[in-house]
């Protein structure tokens, strides 16, 4: 289905800050889901909507947060030698968070709109790594053990340099050896993967590093098993 200019302006969702100020990020997205099944785009929303975010997640109280684990629900824990991140999660309880999910909601109905993929809902977290924080190789989503199917990860911060480390490294979808990707987690850059397919690890950070860490979602729910969150 063609893209036209019309189609991509439903993207400029009515919120408080105006989310979008260009196509092209989105178009390209949507090019490189198509071909490869990932993508990393710079300036993807309008640089005040961005800020707003970056202002949001540096914000934050450390003791608001939590440390990260590994897995879901029951099956949660606490693994440093893994991960030694802090989250929180995003709900819709100040006018950005609502707006940045409305925006995310947009998205998720412009994906299924162009790729057919069935996109149900979208879940995210705030994420900080402090100096010396890391999130060991690992895929977001295990084929056929999980509803989440699109990852997505933007960054907020301020001149990010060689040597701050915190990069993320995407790794090739058939072997998970070869890099296929190193991206530095510099302000308003997005990526997008899908979940089940490409391992991935944020290397270790040397200065504090904030990110919103998000998944679109499939539902799965069904009379005996119901779709965990969070």
């Given at each position: 289905m063609p893209v036209d200019t019309w189609s991509v302006k439903k993207l400029y969702v009515e919120n408080s800050i105006p989310a979008f100020s260009r196509k092209e990020p989105f178009l390209n997205l949507l090019m490189d889901l198509k071909t490869k099944?990932?993508?990393?785009?710079?300036?993807?929303?309008?640089?005040?909507?961005?800020?707003a975010l970056m202002d949001e997640a540096e914000n934050i109280e450390n003791t608001q947060m939590q440390l990260a684990g590994v897995g879901r629900k029951q099956d949660h824990q606490i693994v440093l030698d893994a991960r030694r991140d802090y989250i929180q999660w995003i709900d819709?309880?100040?006018?950005?968070?609502?707006?940045?999910?409305?925006?995310?909601?947009?998205?998720?109905?412009?994906?299924?709109?162009?790729?057919?993929?069935?996109?149900?809902d979208y879940e995210a977290h705030f994420a900080r790594y402090e100096k010396g924080a890391f999130y060991e190789k690992h895929v977001d989503a295990f084929k056929g053990e999980s509803n989440r199917v699109l990852s997505t990860v933007l960054y907020l911060n301020e001149n990010w340099q060689e040597g701050d480390g915190g990069e993320l490294v995407i790794y090739d979808e058939h072997n998970p050896d070869i890099e296929v990707g190193?991206?530095?987690?510099k302000k308003g850059r997005l990526a997008i993967f899908l979940s089940e397919c490409f391992y991935h690890e944020v290397v270790v950070a040397h200065r504090t590093r904030?990110?919103?860490?998000?998944?679109?979602?499939?539902?799965?729910?069904?009379?005996?098993?119901?779709?965990?969150?969070?």
């Open positions: 099944g990932w993508s990393v785009q710079d300036d993807f929303f309008s640089t005040d909507f961005t800020q819709p309880d100040k006018p950005i968070r609502t707006d940045f999910l409305k925006v995310m909601e947009s998205l998720r109905v412009a994906l299924n709109r162009y790729l057919f993929i069935g996109l149900f190193r991206f530095f987690p904030h990110s919103i860490a998000g998944w679109f979602r499939v539902n799965n729910t069904t009379g005996k098993n119901l779709d965990p969150d969070q």
